[in-house]
T-cell receptor
Framework: DTEVTQTPKHLVMGMTNKKSLKCEQH?????MYWYKQKAKKPPELMFV???????INESVPSRFSPECPNSSLLNLHLHALQPEDSALYLC?????????????FGPGTRLTVT | AQKVTQAQTEISVVEKEDVTLDCVYE???????LFWYKQPPSGELVFLIR??????QNEISGRYSWNFQKSTSSFNFTITASQVVDSAVYFC????????????FGTGTKLQVIP
């Protein structure tokens, strides 16, 4: 099973809302990632978790709050977002962190902030 | 600094034609890894191949083949006898040893295969 699942597929939220994105993998991977992808651009790394601990935060605004409750789950909590945060949010996992390991991506959550 | 250049923004081919997607990279590291990912309209990036800097063997997998040339810092991807299902955005990516888990993606090449 090489599947990463993400819910919801689509999300529309207002600037005052609080919502969460969920990501799950059952491949036994110990590294999980959040990416943001704008239209016609490559994915941009937001966060990296290694063994459920945050190891990289790419200077992401605090209105994005990641959480890794266990080795299979990764959440992204959203609060007071701006319209420019509208994008495709991709979750990925890899066996371990490190340059060698390929990442497996979920289908993404398409977020619209109104 | 690491950099990946995919000069072809969009390519259109007629079904059954062969097509090559170019990827040129820059890195000062001697140990690095190159990847190709496919992103169909559904959004999910699909891992296609990894190549490490010490392995310059070309690889063929079905209709897909990859040509890695360190001398020109290129890692090109060829699809033989293209099919409509190959329509997607293809990203070339680079990662490097040194403890930092970041992957540098190219800007992507959108391939449209016309029936």
């Amino acid at each position: 099973d090489t599947e990463v699942t993400q819910t919801p597929k689509h999300l529309v939220m207002g600037m005052t809302n609080k919502k969460s994105l969920k990501c799950e993998q059952h491949m036994g991977h110990r590294a999980m990632y959040w990416y943001k992808q704008k239209a016609k651009k490559p994915p941009e790394l937001m966060f990296v978790y290694s063994y459920e601990k945050l190891s990289i935060n790419e200077s992401v605004p605090s209105r994005f709050s990641p959480e890794c409750p266990n080795s299979s789950l990764l959440n992204l909590h959203l609060h007071a977002l701006q319209p420019e945060d509208s994008a495709l949010y991709l979750c990925a996992s890899s066996l371990l962190t490190g340059a060698f390991y390929e990442q497996y991506f979920g289908p993404g959550t398409r977020l619209t902030v109104t | 600094a690491q950099k990946v250049t995919q000069a072809q923004t969009e390519i259109s081919v007629v079904e059954k034609e062969d097509v090559t997607l170019d990827c040129v990279y820059e890195t000062r590291d001697t140990t690095y890894y190159l990847f190709w990912y496919k992103q169909p309209p559904s959004g999910e990036l699909v891992f296609l191949i990894r190549r490490n800097s010490f392995d310059e063997q070309n690889e063929i997998s079905g209709r897909y083949s990859w040509n890695f040339q360190k001398s020109t810092s290129s890692f090109n991807f060829t699809i033989t006898a293209s099919q409509v299902v190959d329509s997607a955005v293809y990203f070339c990516a680079l990662s490097f040893s040194g403890g930092y888990q970041k992957v540098t993606f190219g800007t992507g090449t959108k391939l449209q295969v016309i029936p």
